[in-house]
């Protein structure tokens, strides 16, 4: 079992920046593919931003260029830079694992951390 605790939202104006962080409880990423969701009220689950194991990153086009994927192996953590924040960035941004182990898939969530900007 892993367990992935999101920390780092917060309210931020429009325009400014924040870090969100994703702490594993092991050293899953040389096997996760790591990704970062959101959600709004009302709104369904939507993929942000994907970190494969290899290092290859993807990003959905609403935050294309605005928003940086990264982890760091030592720390069991995986980062979201979000710069030029906009009012529609607002959401609770979940971070999840896929993991491959011996032909499974395993899936896991954070508990959310809520990011609010104010226009």
């Known amino acids: 079992q892993v367990q992935l605790v999101e920390s780092g939202g917060g309210l931020v104006q429009a325009g400014g920046s924040l870090r969100l962080s994703c702490a594993a409880s092991r050293n899953i990423f040389s096997y996760s593919n790591m990704h970062w969701y959101r959600q709004a009220p009302g709104k369904q689950r939507d993929l942000v931003t994907t970190l494969t194991s290899a290092g290859s990153t993807w990003y959905g086009d609403s935050v294309k260029g605005r928003f940086t994927i990264s982890r760091d192996n030592a720390k069991n953590t995986v980062y979201l830079q979000m710069n030029s924040l906009k009012s529609e960035d607002t959401a609770v941004y979940y971070c999840?694992?896929?993991?491959?182990?011996?032909?499974?898939?395993?899936?896991?969530w954070g508990q959310g951390t809520q990011v609010t900007v104010s226009s």
């Open positions: 999840n694992a896929q993991s491959y182990v011996e032909g499974s898939q395993y899936d896991y």
